[in-house]
Structure formats: C-alpha cells, structure tokens
C-alpha cells in the first residue's frame, strides 16, 4: 500500500501553474507591449518621412497592438489572482491517497467536511511523473503532489505500481531529484 497526505499551498499553485502554461502568457505579455513601444518610437520617428496612406495603416497597426496588449495585460491580471483564489479555496484543504493492487481511494477533508471515493483503475485517465512531481487524472479530477508527500511507500513504488496498473496511460517526464 502506498499513501500520500496533500496539502495544498503556495508550492502546488506555482508548481500546477508551470504545467498550465501561465508562463507562456506572461511572455506574451511582455513582448506585446514591447512590440507596441517599438512601433510608437518608429513612428514618431519617421513621422515626416511618411505619406498620408502609409501613416494611417502605421496608426491602425499601432491601434490594434496597443489594444490586444491591454487585454494581455487584463488577462495578466487575471492570472495573478487566480493564485489569492486557490490559495484561499484550497485553504485547510487536505487530500489522503491510498493506492493498492485493486483501486486507489481518494479521502478529503476541507475542514467543513469529509468525503471518501473508492476508485478502480480504468477510472484513472492518464497519470504523470515529472521529476518529484505526480498528476493523476481522473474522469472528475486531477490530483496533484509531490513525491514527499507520500507517507507511506517510495515514488518509485509509486512509479512502478501506476505503470503496472495503467499501462500506456502512465507517462514518465524529467529526472527525479
């Protein structure tokens, strides 16, 4: 039997972040509203070089950039709060996993309550191992935890009994550390 005891925090957001891409967006952010300085300074530059029809698509372009950078900036925003929101959701949140040769059952405790689900293997979708990191996706859920987490077994137990029960459907990204 092999048990793990999550509790969510500041390291699972930023560590379930990376794996959504929140990165990417950011990026994109970023090299948006530089794009959009850059082609104000050229325009402000070249301003007496210009015709009326090249300057008026210069004006639309610059437009449309300003405008889609703002809305990255907004969803920039957005992204920022959703860590405040799963933070304080996830708040007293704990998770208890239990995995055995016949099903893995999964236990919540959110402080105001308590659940206990008891699942068979073919409902485990897909499962991850990258590095020290576990993703398990279920039909309805994803469980998401650190390989220290587990109170009782070894990652590799982990590793080997997912690969065992799940087949293809378990995939092994990155060294562990």
Do not use: C, Q
């Not at 699972?12 to 990026?27: L, T, V």
């Not at 995995?99 to 402080?111: A, I, S």
């Amino acid at each position: 039997m092999i048990r793990a005891e999550i509790k969510y925090g500041e390291e699972h957001y930023r560590a379930i972040s990376k794996s959504k891409g929140n990165a990417i967006i950011a990026k994109v952010v970023f090299f948006t509203l530089l794009l959009a300085a850059a082609l104000i300074y050229t325009f402000v530059k070249t301003i007496p070089l210009m015709n009326a029809g090249l300057w008026v698509i210069v004006v639309y372009v610059m437009i449309f950039i300003i405008v889609s950078g703002s809305w990255l900036v907004r969803a920039a925003v957005a992204l920022s709060t959703l860590k405040s929101t799963f933070l304080r959701e996830n708040a007293g949140r704990t998770e208890y996993l239990s995995f055995d040769g016949d099903e893995v059952v999964l236990r919540f405790d959110r402080g105001f309550e308590e659940s206990e689900k008891h699942l068979k293997y073919p409902a485990v979708k897909s499962a991850l191992r990258n590095g020290d990191w576990f993703e398990i996706t279920l039909k309805e859920d994803k469980l998401m935890f650190f390989s220290r987490e587990l109170t009782e077994g070894t990652a590799d137990e982990l590793s080997a009994l997912l690969a065992e029960k799940l087949g293809e459907r378990f995939k092994t990204e990155g060294a562990p550390s």
